[in-house]
């Protein structure tokens, strides 16, 4: 079944070695005040922030700033961005860092102005955005998320322990994000592993969902293939440039909705790993791979057509004579094996994980529809131990 | 070698069976005027004319019409839609069938107030747009050109005998598009094949450029692979919903600019094309068909290695063991084979050009550098020589 859908993305990306001398044209289009958002201190010791400063400057700006934004953004950190843009009535909010600054921008866009609590309002009980928002934009230096393409963000409230994501509509997508995959170049190898198998989650969360064989399930395979190959490379050379650069562009393309279209969606990887994060802190993507596995392993019986197209699509496994059942174990078997030759960390105990945590994280899990099954909190616990 | 691209494409793609229902709320963002562009007599036969009508004064709308616009739309019937415009004041041009639809009411929103002559200005000399423009939208009722979500247009001005094509930037895209694939329906199976081997033909142009194994690459080869599955589906049953869903989204997706990011592309195969047009008028998709095949043959041994991929990874033709002239030639003969299998037309004398015409259309095509050599005349002469 082939559901309508709408699909609207206006974020401009300028992408490549020399995109960046795109940001001073884009900066004429607003107005005098550039509220910029960035983490701790990895852009100033890497030259971007001196960059990005020299052109905001040429361009005429009065630049404010919002620096130590963390990992999982904080409603605090995002509050102390609204009060900024209130106090100097900020034009547009330039996000420089990987998705975390870019959700916390996006927050402050459409929280700086509202009337209510905005987390209770906008995170917490999804309402349409009815105040005025600032335009974001921003300068990607880390992959995986998809921020700088999509309107997604993820606050983490301290007092209540929530963490809470909402996709915002396109005005508040980005209205332009600028990606020079040697910006990633420094990440370390196993932050750029994260990355990818973020990458591949989020197209697997999309693929595994309904038999239908509908065009995006074949893009998603593109994509995934792309992000196999092109992982490979990469850890042959970390500077192999169109390696990085399809690494990067497959993570924007992963998640700028145009590979879940007409997909119902599963995402129950992502709600186990969010309460994994909350006990370990792991990397994401890693925590995500070792939950995979087991997953998939468990929900195939109930989407073996998919998973036995996965196998031969994705994987190239020889279909001659297999059983859909044979398959659809080689296709995940294949799945696993480029983790351990990748060096993705497939097990919850390498990741910080320790026996204990297992039944309150599966009990904690938020359970969705599921892709082709919907779970109860002990198969999540079952899915757990087996990749403890 | 991957290439610096900037992307932006804000198209709004309202997709599926009730997607006409998005109309009224999306006329609520334009004044009061609308200036409806249509074809011939198809739209008033099959009942869209007066739902679309409907909606329109529902939404309080004054309409102004421009109907009969021709399969190759002409400056004359453009410079009609312009002073319709001019005269009536229209905030928005609402274009209802194909591309060549489509086309001219972008043609009218660039043209209507322009002080110079536009043809020479916008589609010669192909200068930015210093004018002010109308929004356009677009109702698709065919599916090929891909115009419901780019910027191009082509025009022929009669009396210098001129087609001219120009893609315009993102902002004469037409602002939202409409796209139901019930509404393809009543297209025959000719029109049908032959909007799919446009889809084809555009994604091949675009994928045959440089060796570079790029996640463009891999999206082309998974439209292809999706184009090639849902055309037999769709011949088995016209009415196959899913089969036409993916036939009409392939097509945008084949030409909304995503599938040339960081490719050189080719367009020679058009460009041939464009000139046995001029002498057969024939469907433009069958003469793409019938010339595709001898041009890649002629072309594949200066890009061996891409040709080779194309038949293992869009053919799923077995490497093992083959030379990669082998495997280039059964992929370009599989591209043969599905022709014939589908009832695409692959020889130019079923339609309709005469040997006579044949050193006419080579002399008269216009050379590009080509996406792995650059013909001769001579060898373009050949080319249609083998296809007659």
Redesign the interface.
Known sequence: ???????????????????LN?LKGELLNYGETVLLVYGKTAIKKNGIYDNVIAILKDAGKKVVELSGVMPNPTYRKMQEGCELVRANDVDLILAVGGGSVIDCAKGISVSAYCDEDPFKKYWLESQAVSNKTVPVASILTMVGTGSEMNGGSVITHEETKIKAGRVFPADVYPKFSILNPEYTYTVSQYQMLSGIFDTMSHLMEQYFTGD????TD??I???L??SI?NARAALKDPED??AR??IM??AT?ALNTMTG??KTQDWQVHMIEHQLGAYTDCAHGMGLAAISLPYYRHVSPHGIDKFARFAVDVWQIAADGKSKEELAKEGIDALEAFCKECGIVTSLKALGATEDMLPKIAESTFILDGGYKKLTSEEILEILKECF
């Open positions: 079944m082939l559901f309508d859908f709408t699909y609207h993305n206006p974020t401009t990306i300028h992408f490549g070695k020399e995109s795109h239908d064989a509908n065009t074949y893009l395979e593109a994509l293939r792309s190959d440039y169109e650069s399809n562009w497959n393309l279209l007409s």
